[in-house]
């Protein structure tokens, strides 16, 4: 194989890539579209899997649009400019469902719900590195590498993020930001006016009390400031530790060290998709951070049972449901720990887990516990698939089904809908709520 290729791109699959073959070999390149004639560099190679770079899309796709962002294949935030976002949804409603398929054995034919919004200006959460070369400059890691790229604008962050961005390139550029600056992580209220900032530094080169007056002169939106010195694993705060979002008549406060849904424009969708029609003595929570799901259900429930590891979010869910003014039962255990302990049988479980997903061990856990209802929210297809498969007593294509005989405790579900939100516009992320109902 030589070290260009000429290839006919088939498809888009997870990770941002298209596929294509050549000489024997699977080949997967960025930036590309189905049906396009491309040519490209090898990169690398792994048995019969080659990765390449893209040099020219010598026959475009019809569906193929200019990139608003002068950075876009070089930073590597984005994989989906170069695709209007109705064709980015279809796209990825196919890799969902052969994902799923391929992966977890879930032939799932039904409708797939899309959930849209702005496809630009919707980030309420973004994380910088600073590069210290001459002169100094804010900006994204390469994919794949410890190099940093200045940039100067990016059109997915909000106008507060955008704002805060466009001040700290200014800082750096013109040498006020202080020295030793690592990594800055920027997070804007609901109402997009307010930030709380985290800045880690290799090390403090004045007083923790001079740098934040430094940052609060040059960005007088900070709400909150938390700055770390990594020399010494030591936090210095500044401001209240939080903001606020409000969501649905709901209001959450969210530490610098929780997590909080990214996509401004669909966090109230996806709070009253995810508990629409809950109801009942008995919810269970797992991956409750700070109680996004867990205030409207323990409406709706009698009791309201909440797991989350991170401490700080398990703070934030107890001052959040006592400003709402519910009562709720909290964990701060793995959600996995949990599971492996007797519990009683909840009418409604809601799991909004990692990357990494549930495991196959939880999952049988939770098909134990016989809930008429999940709602399983996952923002990796791939992991996805392997739980839906423990669930629903399927697996992978080629593979026997589960038996019952291997899970004699274990409740199988059906499938009842799908839906897609796309949290992540111009990138390859793929957000799926999954409701499940017990099999009778």
């Not at 080629?398 to 005989?405: E, L, N, Q, S, T």
Request: aromatic letters at 8%; charged letters at 25%.
């Amino acid at each position: 194989m030589s070290d260009e290729l000429l290839l006919s791109i088939e498809k888009l699959v997870y990770g941002g890539d298209g596929l294509a073959h050549a000489d024997g070999s699977t080949v997967l390149v960025p930036y590309v579209l189905p049906g396009e004639q491309v040519r490209a560099n090898i990169k690398a190679k792994k048995k019969k899997l080659t990765w390449a770079r893209l040099v020219e899309v010598s026959s475009p796709s019809p569906e193929r649009v200019k990139a608003p962002c002068p950075h876009f294949e070089t930073c590597g935030g984005c994989h989906y400019q170069h695709i209007g976002a109705a064709e980015q949804l279809r796209l990825k409603k196919e890799i969902l469902r052969e994902t799923l398929s391929r992966l977890g054995g879930i032939s799932w034919d039904g409708p797939i719900q899309e959930h849209s919004a702005e496809p630009y200006g919707y980030r309420n959460r973004a994380q910088w590195a600073v590069r210290e070369a001459k002169p100094r400059a804010i900006g994204y890691f390469l994919p794949e590498s410890s190099l940093i790229v200045p940039i100067d604008r990016c059109p997915v962050l909000s106008p507060a993020l955008t704002k805060t961005f466009e001040q700290l390139q200014n800082m750096t550029r013109s040498g006020v930001l202080p020295e030793h600056v690592l990594e800055i992580e920027a997070f804007a209220d609901s109402r997009d006016e307010k930030i709380a900032l985290n800045v880690a530094f290799q090390r403090f080169s004045k007083p923790a009390a001079d740098i934040a007056t430094t940052l609060r002169g040059a960005l007088p939106q900070i709400e909150s400031l938390l700055l770390l010195d990594q020399s010494k694993d030591r936090f210095e705060l500044s401001g209240p530790g939080y903001l606020v979002h409000e969501a649905a008549g709901f209001t959450f406060r969210v530490s610098h060290l929780s997590f909080f849904q990214v996509n401004r424009f669909l966090i109230e969708d996806l709070l009253r998709t995810m508990t629409a029609g809950a109801k009942g003595d008995l919810a269970l929570d797992l991956y409750s951070g700070v109680g996004f799901f867990t205030l409207p259900l323990a409406r709706n429930f009698k009791r309201v049972v909440a797991v989350d590891a991170n401490l700080a979010a398990t703070r934030d869910l107890y001052a959040n449901a006592e400003i709402a003014g519910v009562t709720i039962t909290s964990h701060n255990e793995h959600a996995e720990e949990f599971l492996r302990k007797p519990q009683e049988s909840p009418d409604f479980v809601s799991l909004d887990p990692p990357r990494a997903g549930l495991g196959v061990e939880a999952a049988a856990k939770l098909a134990e516990l016989g809930s008429p209802e999940i709602v399983y929210l996952s923002c990796d297809p791939a992991t996805l698939a392997r739980d839906l498969a423990v669930l629903t007593g399927t697996s992978r294509k080629g593979a026997a089904p589960v038996a019952d005989a291997d899970r004699p405790n274990a409740h199988r579900y059906d499938i009842t809908e799908v839906h897609l939100f796309d949290l992540f516009p111009q990138t390859f992320h793929i957000e799926t709520l999954v409701r499940l109902r017990r099999a009778p």
